[in-house]
């Protein structure tokens, strides 16, 4: 599992690409101790098997965007996430 914490913008975009099928979560600070400890929490994302996984972030604040891939191979998947504005989206 790989995770990142930074804080997002409203309106912006959560870019993933992997070179795998995965789980794509975007869960806000608030929620991420709650995920780690039940496994369960508000998250926006969710199962993709094609990427790019493209996630809109609902409103500003510190978020994690974990990536679960469950892969037993030794080596890990390729991971690039990236963000994006929304003016970057609409201009390509």
């Known amino acids: 599992m790989k995770t990142s914490r930074?804080?997002?913008a409203a309106n912006s975009y959560?870019?993933?690409v992997?070179?795998?099928p995965a789980k794509v979560l975007?869960?806000?600070e608030k929620q991420y101790e709650r995920?780690?400890?039940d496994s369960w929490a508000d998250?926006?994302?969710g199962f993709f098997s094609?990427?790019?996984a493209v996630i809109e972030v609902p409103?500003?604040?510190i978020w994690n965007i974990v990536i679960d891939t469950h892969s037993a191979e030794c080596a890990p998947p390729s991971v690039k996430i990236s963000i994006i504005s929304d003016s970057d989206l609409c201009t390509g």
């Open 26 to 28: 975007l869960i806000h």
């Open 14 to 16: 959560v870019k993933v």
């Open 6 to 8: 930074c804080y997002l």
């Open 50 to 52: 094609s990427f790019p």
């Open 18 to 20: 992997c070179s795998e």
């Open 43 to 45: 998250y926006h994302g």
């Open 59 to 61: 409103y500003d604040g």
């Open 35 to 37: 995920f780690c400890r």
